[in-house]
């Protein structure tokens, strides 16, 4: 688990530590010590803890004029034992001042523990009210079905197939302009 980094390829564009609206300004990453961990195994220094003692994130990309923002989430998703969507909704989201649209990829979420879905209510609520959404990219098929169980598909969009899949190759605009297509046609309906 250590050897898995957030992705680092937009760090020309955005870095969550140099952003000022970041929940995350101003924190120092070290390469070579290594304190978080996931069920005792040690994780890459460059993700962000916000609260949850097996869930971690990386905000990989915020415009404030587009209000919208990337997060890169890495761990157990476990909303029953440790309401991981309360911290990450208080402790990240609440702190990133006009942002409303967000795409959170999970293929490095490993599991998820339900509880309810009032939170993914709460912020679909809060978003939709200025024209938001939540569009989950590439979260495990059994990781999707867990949440779906939970209703939190009503709540967000779950995108794993192509061309979401392959989010790496585009720059943010481009992501971004992807899933505004798709949000506007899911809203149309």
């Known amino acids: 688990m250590h050897t898995i980094e957030p992705y ?3 760090r020309d564009v955005y870095a969550s530590e140099e952003d000022e609206g970041s929940p995350f300004y101003a924190r120092e990453y070290s390469e070579f010590e290594f304190h978080n961990t996931i069920y005792n195994y040690y994780i890459h220094p460059q993700w962000d803890e916000f609260g949850s003692p097996t869930l971690y994130t990386k905000i990989l990309f915020a415009d404030y004029g587009k209000q919208f923002a990337v997060l890169e989430m890495i761990g157990e998703w476990n909303d029953g034992i440790h309401n991981d969507i309360m911290f990450l909704k208080q402790e990240v989201i609440d702190h990133m001042p006009g942002i409303n649209k967000f795409a ?21 609520e809060e978003i ?7 569009a989950f990219l590439n979260f495990r098929p059994h990781v999707a ?5 939970y209703n939190i598909h ?11 899949n392959n989010w790496r190759t585009y720059q943010p605009d481009g992501l971004f302009q992807l899933l ?4 506007q046609k899911v809203l149309s309906y």
Request: charge should be negative.
């Open 8 to 10: 680092y390829n937009w």
């Open 104 to 124: 959170i990829i999970g293929e490095n979420v490993l599991n998820f523990h339900g509880s309810d879905d009032c939170y993914y209510e709460e912020w679909k």
């Open 145 to 149: 079905v867990e949440m779906s169980n």
């Open 180 to 183: 505004s297509a798709v949000q």
């Open 154 to 164: 009503h709540h967000c969009q779950f995108l794993d197939a192509a061309p979401f």
């Open 128 to 134: 939709l009210e200025t024209g938001g959404w939540v």
